[in-house]
């Protein structure tokens, strides 16, 4: 059975024409600094976004890392999001791997942090603290249901973090989501930001990898943490190629994902037993709950679905993330409203 898969934009395989590009392209030992594809996909990444240079990971998990890492010793803090990939998901690799702690302040449902909740993180100079290093946002924000920030907000916490001499992460996974979602460039979100992470894998379909940016002094240092790390990869060119035709060719088209999860939020809004968190979608996810009617759970809901060819992620008891992403055409998403008319009946 071929499945509708709404898991995540992280399932999207490569195109025909990223296997075509990854099996022709021009290769050397990256950790020497000598693959031109990854050289060239760098550039192509830190210019979209207004950096100077850019570091070629293996994941943004591996990226926000490095991030973290590049700015942060021991015993410093970075204050983040409760809801930030970073704090839910990235198995704790700052603290453990790095020893920084996190000042974790509310997310609000915007996805923001209150400016005054990050004055008020901001550690003074006393010996009982630890040092506050760094800032980071999330744009999108997945876990505030794919949520844009807007470069004004942006630009208050870079402001901010200016005005206390903190350095300023995003961690923007989908960061191209957020810019054509607003109709705005990525530049105008990433500028107020010292350090910027961009996922390739996610709804730009390429098969691995993500790119750090920031300062050429940033990504210097950035490139020996990531060879701690074990990220320094030789012949990296096969995975690069995929992420230049991403980036050629998969950008502009995230707002046919954007269309049609309003497409699908359409069709689910109807459906008794099915709630649709308000506001939703915002960018390519929708998120959306049982009502207490349903005496399936969140778990046996999606088991039903994927009997009939629809898989989508489970986040909570009774709640559900679907994500949109070039595999998923006007037809599938026809296939999961039936499929959960079907299993909500
Ligand atoms: C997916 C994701 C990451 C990194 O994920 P990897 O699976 O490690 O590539 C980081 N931040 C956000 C917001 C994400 O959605």
Not at 68 to 89: M, S
Not at 90 to 114: C, F, K, M, V, Y
Not at 115 to 141: C, K, M, Q
Not at 306 to 335: C, M, N, P, Q, T
Request: proline share 4%; hydrophobic share 40%.
């Amino acid at each position: 059975m071929k499945f509708v898969d709404l898991r995540s934009d992280t399932v999207t395989e490569p195109t025909p024409e990223m296997r075509e590009a990854m099996a022709q392209a021009k290769v050397g030992d990256d950790v020497y600094g000598e693959d031109p594809t990854v050289n060239r996909l760098e550039e192509l990444v830190a210019n979209s976004i207004g950096k100077e240079a850019g570091l070629f990971v293996p994941s943004g998990t591996m990226s926000n890392l490095v991030a973290i890492l590049a700015q942060c010793g021991r015993g410093d803090e970075v204050i983040l999001g409760d809801k930030a990939h970073t704090v839910l998901f990235e198995a704790g690799g700052i603290s453990a791997l790095g020893g920084i702690h996190s000042r974790q302040i509310p997310n609000q449902p915007d996805g923001t942090l209150d400016l005054l909740d990050i004055i008020g993180a901001i550690r003074s100079d006393d010996y009982h603290y630890p040092p506050t290093r760094l800032v980071s946002l999330e744009n999108t924000h997945n876990r505030c249901g794919g949520v844009v920030l807007s470069a004004a907000y942006t630009r208050s916490v870079g402001d901010l973090a200016k005005q206390y001499e903190l350095k300023f992460h995003i961690d923007g996974a989908r960061l191209f989501n957020a810019a054509i979602a607003q109709g705005v460039q990525a530049k105008d979100l990433a500028s107020p930001a010292d350090s910027v992470s961009i996922c390739l894998s996610k709804g730009l379909c390429a098969p691995v990898g993500s790119v750090l940016c920031g300062s050429a002094d940033f990504i210097h240092q950035a490139r020996r943490i990531r060879k701690q790390l074990g990220g320094g990869m030789r012949q990296a060119g096969v995975l690069a190629a995929a992420g230049i035709v991403a980036m050629e060719t998969m950008v502009d088209r995230l707002a046919e994902d954007h269309q049609r999860a309003r497409l699908l939020a359409d069709g689910l809004k109807h459906i008794p037993g099915l709630i649709l968190d308000p506001g939703t979608p915002h960018t390519n996810m929708i998120f959306c709950g049982l009502t207490d009617q349903i005496r399936l759970d969140g778990k046996e809901t999606a088991e039903r679905l994927s009997e009939l060819g629809v898989k989508i992620g489970v986040v909570a008891e009774r709640r559900f993330r679907l994500v949109l992403h070039y595999w998923i055409d006007d037809a599938d998403v026809e296939k999961t409203v039936d499929a959960f008319r079907n299993v909500l009946a």
